[in-house]
Nanobody, 123 residues
Framework: QVHPVESGGGSEQPGGSLTLSCAAS????????VGWFRQVPGKEREGVAS???????SYADSVKGRFTISQVTAKITVYLQMNNLKPEDSALYYC?????????????????WGQGTQVTVSS
């Protein structure tokens, strides 16, 4: 099975922006759900945002209004535009994908995971 591949992480100052990309490895001719998750050491992984094959999106309250998830279906690529970054956004960000719609929005459990990309927000 081909796993999602994330890119675009890095370091940024508070208030700055970063865009993460995910080569999602989904079947664009069927329904699918792609989500972004993040985890910091010692804490549980949390859902950040999701998008499905119909373009329906969902966001955690902590990122709503600052992060935007989007996709280019033909490229099977999902983006996470992160604006007005805060130190608490620092985490290892994972992209995950699965067949079917995002039944629970950004909390939808997904089976196919990438390796993650680090985001650090610090002055």
């Amino acid at each position: 099975q081909v796993h999602p591949v994330e890119s675009g992480g890095g370091s940024e100052q508070p208030g700055g922006s970063l865009t993460l990309s995910c080569a999602a490895s989904v079947n664009i001719y069927s329904s699918y759900c792609v989500g972004w998750f993040r985890q910091v050491p010692g804490k549980e992984r949390e859902g950040v945002a999701s998008i499905d094959s119909d373009g329906k999106t969902s966001y955690a309250d902590s990122v709503k209004g600052r992060f935007t998830i989007s996709q280019v279906t033909a490229k099977i690529t999902v983006y996470l535009q992160m604006n007005n970054l805060k130190p608490e956004d620092s985490a290892l960000y994972y992209c995950a994908a699965d067949s079917g719609y995002c039944s629970r929005g950004y909390r939808t459990p997904l089976r196919n995971w990438g390796q993650g990309t680090q985001v650090t927000v610090s002055s």
